[in-house]
């Protein structure tokens, strides 16, 4: 069993920054693909960006790739998603994802969940 807790959430102004974090307990990410995804009100979860935690690989949806960084550390069990330039359109809750051993941008193949952290970017 994982246990997912996201942070680091909040209020920004267009064009501004935020770092999410995820860290997990129960278990070390050493064999899964750890994805964030977010759900803006009225929409389906869409997929951000995830991180294959063995080799680093990561995977970025078009609208944030060049804006958004994916990043893990192995001694703090945590994967950070650093968020740049952010955008209006951004705003939604965030919530990060853990997935055993493969890598899908489908939100219905990831078997542990975060409780979300809400991200507003005010215009």
């Known amino acids: 069993q994982v246990q997912l807790v996201e942070s680091g959430g909040g209020l920004v102004q267009t064009g501004g920054s935020l770092r999410l974090s995820c860290a997990a307990s129960?278990?070390?990410?050493?064999?899964?693909?750890v994805g964030w995804f977010r759900q803006a009100p009225g929409k389906e979860r869409e997929f951000v960006s995830a991180i294959r935690w063995s080799s680093g690989s990561t995977y970025y949806a078009d609208f944030v790739k060049g804006r958004f960084t994916i990043s893990r550390d192995n001694t703090k069990n945590t994967v950070y998603l650093q968020m740049n330039s952010l955008k209006p359109e951004d705003t939604a809750i965030y919530y990060c994802?853990?997935?055993?051993?493969?890598?899908?941008?489908?939100?219905?193949?990831?078997?542990?969940w975060g409780q979300g952290t809400q991200v507003t970017v005010s215009s």
């Open positions: 994802a853990a997935n055993l051993d493969y890598y899908s941008s489908d939100y219905r193949s990831y078997d542990y």
């Open positions: 129960g278990r070390t990410f050493s064999r899964y693909v």
